[in-house]
């Protein structure tokens, strides 16, 4: 049997419509969108309508080129979105009460698979640098 939370605690999501999907407006964020780097990530952004009632669309991305082994690849992808899940609250709400949507790409460029504790606070500093500077 499970227990549902009580109403008043905000739940930790990442849902289907959050996700940035499609060729064309992924192309978009990366040829239009502007970009800030918090090493070992790239984050690219662009405010953009979105065909969802969502603040913001996010994707992730770790290339092949630097992670070979798949394995890694995937928990780091899988870090990545945990890391974004527990701290977009923030970053929703700032979107919302302008009235405006996002698009994101992160891009992992590192060689190695980080820590959840490291890439949750890289993914945090990058995020702020973005919407401080081109939110």
Request: aromatic share 6%; glycine share 4%; proline share 7%.
């Amino acid at each position: 049997m499970t227990t549902k939370p009580p109403p008043d605690v905000e739940r930790h999501t990442f849902s289907k419509e959050e996700r940035l999907r499609g060729r064309l407006r992924v192309q978009e964020v990366v040829t239009t969108g502007r970009t800030v780097h918090e090493a070992p990530f790239k984050l690219t952004g662009k405010i953009m309508p979105l065909p969802a009632a969502v603040p913001a669309q996010i994707a992730f991305a770790v290339p092949k080129r630097n992670m070979p082994l798949a394995v890694h690849r995937n928990r780091m992808k899988r870090l990545m979105r945990e890391a974004y899940r527990h701290n977009k609250h923030r970053f929703h709400a700032q979107l919302t009460t302008s009235g405006k949507q996002c698009a994101w790409l992160f891009i992992f460029r590192g060689k190695t698979p980080i820590t959840l504790a490291e890439t949750e606070m890289k993914i945090t500093r990058a995020l702020e640098r973005w919407m401080q500077q081109h939110g």
